[in-house]
């Protein structure tokens, strides 16, 4: 299985320190599964601009194609102004409607305070409905005093992490399994 963990922003720390521990969790948990971890900060991407996102260049259609490989992908995000940062948007802006159909797609997210926890409902998950995503429904939510120099402290925090990505990989799987019970179905 390939699993993309996408660190959606290009400023700050704490949403990359999150995804760095959550590849850490899934390589340590399932090591059998490809594992790619795209920072957006390492990456120079366009601003989408209408064309297919094959035919982009450069680092552009390497995000972009590594994440249409993906089975799952889980998303990582800060929150911005109560919403996801405009780099996060603009990745869903490079992709095609039905990018996320038969990929399961769960989130973890980043604030400064407790305010926020809904961004995920109302701003992230439409979104990824829409892109026709099987989403996890629990998503990890963390706030900056849950970080110290860089580092996740709160044992609570690192458990969900675990979970987060238990459940991502279980879904998957579920959802695979459904599929071959489905193709089963037609005789060709």
Not at 88 to 106: E, G, H, Q
Not at 136 to 144: A, M, S
Not at 148 to 163: A, M, P, T
Not at 167 to 186: G, N
């Amino acid at each position: 299985m390939k699993i993309v963990a996408l660190a959606g922003s290009i400023v700050g720390s704490k949403t990359k320190t999150a995804m760095l521990k959550t590849v850490e969790i899934l390589k340590q948990k399932y090591p059998e599964h490809e594992v790619i971890l795209l920072d957006l900060a390492e990456y120079k991407v366009e601003f989408s601009d209408g064309r297919n996102y094959f035919e982009y260049e450069g680092d552009t259609k390497y995000v972009s194609e590594t994440i249409m490989a993906a089975e799952a992908i889980i998303i990582g995000t800060p929150t911005f102004q109560a919403s996801i940062p405009a780099t996060l948007k603009n990745i869903f802006d490079l992709l095609p409607v039905n990018a996320f159909r038969d990929k399961v797609v769960s989130s973890i997210v980043t604030a400064g305070t407790a305010k926020h926890y809904l961004m995920v409902e109302q701003q992230l998950k439409p979104i990824l409905s829409y892109m026709k995503a099987h989403i996890v429904p629990t998503y990890v939510y963390i706030e900056e005093k849950d970080f110290l120099r860089k580092e996740i402290v709160n044992d609570d925090i690192l458990f969900r992490l675990e979970r987060l990505v238990e459940d991502t990989v279980l879904t998957v799987e579920a959802f695979k399994s459904i599929r071959a019970k489905k193709d089963e179905e037609y005789d060709f």
